[in-house]
C-alpha cells in the first residue's frame, strides 16, 4: 500500500530540483494563507456579514409593520430612513416577481435570504444583489401591496473582506517571487555542474568550469574539477604512451625492411616481408586507436556536408548516400566523427559490392544508417565486435589485417558524443548499422 503511494507521489511531484525546492518554499505559504483565510472567513466574516444581515432584516421588518398599522406618516417615515440610513423606499401594487435575482453561489446573497425567509417567510420577499453596483434592492409582499427598498450594499456586506484579502495574497505573492529569484541562483551552479559533467562525459575537455553557490555545491563542483583533470591526465598518459610505442617500433621496422631487400632468398624475403606489412599496418591501428584521446574542440557539424565530404573521399561507386533533404546540425568532434563514420564505411566497402547510406533527422536525435550486402555478422557475436582486439575468426572479420580495434574506436567517439551504435541484419541480407546522436 504505502509502496503503491510513494510511487503515486514520484509520479505526481516534479523532477527537476528547482520546482521541488520551490514546492517545499511556496506550499506551507499558501497553507497557511488558506487556513488564515478560512479561519477568518468562518470565525469573523460570516459572523460579521450574518449581524449586520439579520440588523437590516430587522429594520426592514420594522419598516412593514409601521406601514401597517400607521399609514399616514408614510412621507415623513421615509424621508427620516432616506435622511439617516440612505434607504430608498417606494410602495406600489405591481405585480410581485416569480423569479429571484440572488446568486446560488454568493456569501452575500446566501445570507440575505436566510435571514429574509425566516423573517418574511418563503415567496414573500424578493432581491438582488447584483442589478446595482453600490445597492441592493428588495422587494417585499405586504398584503396587496409592495414594499420596494433600495439600500446601500455596505450595509449587507463587510468591506473588510477586500482589503483583507489583498493584504494576504500580495505579501504571499512578494514571498514567493523572492523565493524564486533565490532558488534561481541557488540551483544555477548545480545546473552548470551538471552541464559540465555532461560536456565531460562526451569527451570534451573542462577547463573553463569555475565552482560557484553555496559552500556544498561549490565542494562537489571543485572535487569534480579535481577528478576530471586526473582523468584527463590519465587518458593523455596511456594516449601519449601508445603513441609512442608505436611510433619507436616503426623505427626497428623499417630497418627490418631495408635489411629484407638485400636478402638473396627472395622466398624468405617475401614471407617476412608479408609479416613485417601486417606488423605495420597493426601499429597504424594502434595510432588511429590512440588519435581518438587526443585533444579537440567542439564544434558546430553539419552532419550532411561531413558524409558527403567522406563518400567523395572514399571516392567510390559503391556508396550510395540518401537523406531526407533535411540538415543535421549538431555539437561535436568533426575528426572523430569522420573517422568513425569512415572506419564503418570502408569495412561495408571490403565485404559488399553495394553501400548504403541512410541519414534522417527526428525530433531529438539524428540516425545514420550503413548497410551493406556482404556477409554479415552472426547475431551472437554483435557483442563481442565492440570489445578492444577481439576478432571474428569465421564470416566477416571487421579488421582483417588489423587487431580488432575498428569498431572499438567508432563505439568509443559515438557513446563520446552522447550517441549509441546498432548492429543488426540488412536487408540486403549484409550488416547493417544504426549510428544515433543527439543534437
Known amino acids: 500500500m504505502f509502496s503503491g503511494f510513494n510511487k503515486l507521489i514520484k509520479y505526481i511531484l516534479p523532477k527537476r530540483l528547482f520546482y521541488r525546492a520551490l514546492i517545499i518554499v511556496a506550499a506551507p505559504t499558501i497553507i497557511l494563507q488558506i487556513i488564515i483565510t478560512i479561519v477568518f472567513y468562518d470565525s469573523i466574516w460570516i459572523k460579521a456579514n450574518k449581524n449586520i444581515t439579520r440588523s437590516l432584516v430587522a429594520q426592514l421588518k420594522t419598516i412593514e409593520e409601521v406601514y401597517q398599522n400607521d399609514n399616514t406618516n408614510l412621507d415623513f417615515f421615509t424621508d427620516s430612513y432616506k435622511n439617516n440610513f440612505n434607504f430608498e423606499i417606494g410602495i406600489n401594487q405591481d405585480v410581485f416577481p416569480k423569479y429571484s435575482g440572488e446568486r446560488k453561489f454568493s456569501p452575500m446573497d446566501r445570507s440575505l435570504r436566510r435571514e429574509l425567509k425566516s423573517v418574511f417567510g418563503n415567496g414573500n420577499y424578493w432581491f438582488n444583489t447584483s442589478k446595482f453596483k453600490n445597492a441592493v434592492e428588495i422587494k417585499i409582499r405586504s398584503g396587496n401591496e409592495v414594499i420596494e427598498f433600495l439600500v446601500p450594499k455596505e450595509i449587507v456586506s463587510a468591506s473588510s473582506v477586500r482589503l483583507f484579502v489583498l493584504w494576504t495574497t500580495l505579501p504571499s505573492i512578494a514571498l514567493i517571487i523572492i523565493a524564486l529569484i533565490f532558488l534561481k541562483n541557488q540551483t544555477k551552479p548545480l545546473v552548470k555542474l551538471a552541464k559540465a559533467a555532461e560536456r565531460f562525459g562526451k569527451g570534451d575537455y573542462v577547463n573553463d568550469f569555475r565552482a560557484s553557490g553555496s559552500q556544498e555545491i561549490r565542494k562537489a563542483a571543485f572535487e569534480f574539477d579535481r577528478m576530471a583533470k586526473r582523468i584527463n591526465r590519465h587518458l593523455n598518459q596511456r594516449a601519449e604512451m601508445l603513441s609512442g610505442i608505436s611510433h619507436d617500433l616503426r623505427t626497428p621496422l623499417t630497418r627490418l625492411k631495408l635489411q629484407l631487400a638485400m636478402l638473396k632468398q627472395k622466398e624468405v624475403s617475401k614471407n617476412m616481408s608479408r609479416d613485417i606489412d601486417e606488423m605495420e599496418k597493426m601499429l597504424n591501428d594502434y595510432l588511429q586507436f590512440a588519435k581518438t584521446q587526443t585533444q579537440e574542440n567542439t564544434i558546430t557539424i553539419n552532419l550532411n556536408r561531413l558524409l558527403s565530404e567522406l563518400k567523395n573521399e572514399l571516392n567510390s561507386d559503391k556508396i550510395s548516400f540518401i537523406n531526407d533533404g533535411e540538415d543535421v546540425e549538431l555539437k561535436g568532434r ?44 552472426p547475431e551472437d557475436q554483435y557483442k563481442n565486435v565492440f570489445k578492444p582486439f577481439f576478432r571474428l575468426d569465421k564470416s566477416r572479420s571487421l579488421n582483417q589485417s588489423g587487431v580488432g580495434l575498428g569498431l572499438a574506436i567508432v563505439e568509443d567517439i559515438i557513446n563520446s558524443h552522447g550517441g549509441n551504435i546498432q548492429l543488426s541484419r540488412s536487408k540486403y541480407n549484409g550488416l547493417l548499422v544504426k549510428i544515433s546522436l543527439p543534437f
Open 334 to 377: 568533426p575528426t572523430a566523427l569522420k573517422r568513425s563514420f569512415g572506419n564503418v564505411i570502408q569495412n561495408a566497402l571490403i565485404y559488399g559490392n553495394k553501400v548504403y547510406i541512410y541519414l534522417q533527422k527526428g525530433s531529438k536525435r539524428a540516425s545514420v544508417t550503413i548497410e551493406d550486402d556482404g556477409p554479415g555478422i
